[in-house]
């Protein structure tokens, strides 16, 4: 391991205002690509996928548990396997608490190709609680897509898509893959995909963000 070379404090102090000028403009430059990501169009989504989940059978619709914005992390769970993907899994033990997701009227759910009697079991082991559906038998993960078929093959990655709702209404509106989920996990990122945004930073109610155990619904 090769460590960074030791300096005075002053001269680390100016090292690290010329960086800083470098990092701001990435940041103008991230919330200009944000902003045009949100603006891109949307596709009806008029397939009628049923997924399984704790309470039984649910479609897409069901996913948004009411709320306006969804979005889904398709995670890499085969069939035939006893455990999910190590990746995905340590994408999902970063997601922060999904109160602050709730608040700004969006849900989060994962959705694997597993039968939920083999997601169950190992979501208990993991000690996750957000919601999990299963998408065994429909063509959700093929659709989005994240089992594309490449000659022949079936080829699984991870992901993440983000839809909206109007009334019974459903819309796709992004999908990122691989190093696509890359700084994805908080909420403030996750909000930064879907339209309109509304960061954490945004007052809700004119109080702006609170501890997760103060929302109000």
């Known amino acids: 391991m090769t460590l960074p070379r030791i300096v005075s404090r002053d001269e680390w102090r100016a090292a690290r205002e010329a960086l800083l000028v470098k990092e701001e403009v990435v940041t103008r430059a991230r919330d200009a690509l944000g902003a045009e990501?949100?603006?891109l169009p949307m596709v009806e989504?008029?397939?009628?996928?049923?997924?399984?989940?704790g309470d039984g059978k649910a479609t897409l619709r069901d996913?948004?548990?009411?709320?306006?914005r969804l979005l889904v992390h398709h995670f890499m769970f085969a069939p035939e396997s006893t455990e999910g993907c190590p990746g995905c899994s340590e994408?999902?033990?970063n997601v922060g608490h999904l109160a602050h997701l709730w608040a700004r009227d969006a849900s989060f759910a994962v959705v694997s190709r597993a039968p939920y009697t083999r997601i169950l079991p190992f979501k208990a082991r993991m000690g996750w609680t957000v919601p999990w559906y299963s998408s065994y038998g429909n063509d959700f993960d093929h659709d989005f897509p994240v089992t594309p078929d490449s000659a022949g093959e079936t080829v699984?990655?991870?992901?993440?898509?983000?839809?909206l709702r109007d009334r019974d209404q459903v819309f796709h509106t992004y999908s990122a893959y691989g190093r696509g989920l890359d700084?994805?996990?908080?909420?403030?990122?996750?909000?930064?995909?879907?339209?309109?945004?509304?960061p954490l930073a945004t007052p809700l109610g004119g109080e702006g963000v609170r501890h997760h155990d103060a929302y109000e619904y």
């Open 63 to 68: 996913l948004f548990e009411g709320r306006r």
């Open 156 to 163: 699984e990655r991870s992901g993440v898509s983000c839809f």
């Open 183 to 198: 700084g994805l996990g908080s909420a403030t990122s996750f909000l930064d995909l879907m339209p309109p945004g509304a």
């Open 37 to 39: 990501r949100r603006e």
């Open 45 to 53: 989504v008029d397939a009628e996928y049923v997924f399984e989940g």
């Open 91 to 93: 994408f999902l033990d």
